[in-house]
């Protein structure tokens, strides 16, 4: 059953798709604050956001919101270490009196690939590659910290996020998009909107140590998304380049080398939870309507 949700939250890494989370906590009355390598570079939103750089002492203004939250969600990338900025903060979150509760947003990046095959909650991480590895480091890290301090945790696995600003629209304007095609190859996403409602509802059930795939409903090919996004919008498409092309970057091979579909159905029932946007479409529809994809104003 849902509880109340916790009165302070911390969000280590206040980026693009934190932004999203901590806004919708502040509109459920939680104070919610963040952690952002340079608070005078950050957007005028009203969110509060504290200094946190390797090799830097930890000022007090976050070590009094350690001290008083009573859920903390990560979202900075791993390193090879595991996650940085756990690392930094392990001391002060080890006493820290007010914390029930840690969440981390990991990656479906450290499944293996499926050829097209489904990955659920109960499929074993089994993805050997760096980026996986320093993904399962990382959780490993975040629920050895819960299971020391006997407090509750969960873990996300997440597939890729997109939403207003940062979408084929986006791309497309700006002569980013690359027309890649691997023939039934699929990928599903999630809208940064609905990463924000399933934290959210992982928040009123925050006990034991949990796992969620939070994902839309049609595992898509990249060719489709882009296509519906040039159809909104009018721009062209870039011409096509198969996957495994040798001028394409090896980083960008290795993310078409994996194909898979996430099925989280588990997680919709444990959290009661469903996304708001379905598939690519709702999402890109409320991109464009909100200005994504139109020429800028002169």
Known sequence: M??????RVLVLGLGYSARYLAALLRAHGVACSGTVRDPAS?????????RLVAGEPI???????????EAIVCSVPPDTEGDPALRLLTDALSDSPALRWVGYLSSTAVYADRDGGWVSEASTADATDETAL???HAEQQWQALAQARGIASAVFRLPGLYGRGRNALVQLAQGKARHVVRPGQVFNRLHVQDLASGVLAALQRA???ALYLLSDDEPAPPQDVLAYAATLSGLPLPAAQAWDAPELAASLRRFYNSNKRIDGRATRVALQWQPRFATYREGLDDAWAH???RPALR
């Not at 950050?42 to 504290?50: E, K, S």
């Not at 000022?59 to 939250?69: G, K, P, Q």
């Open 207 to 209: 006990e034991g140590h």
């Open 59 to 69: 000022r007090e203004d976050l070590r009094e919101a350690i001290r008083t939250a």
């Open 2 to 7: 849902p509880t109340k949700l916790p009165a």
């Open 134 to 136: 320093k993904r399962l």
């Open 291 to 293: 200005g994504d994809g």
């Open 42 to 50: 950050a957007p005028a939103d009203g969110l509060l956001r504290h």
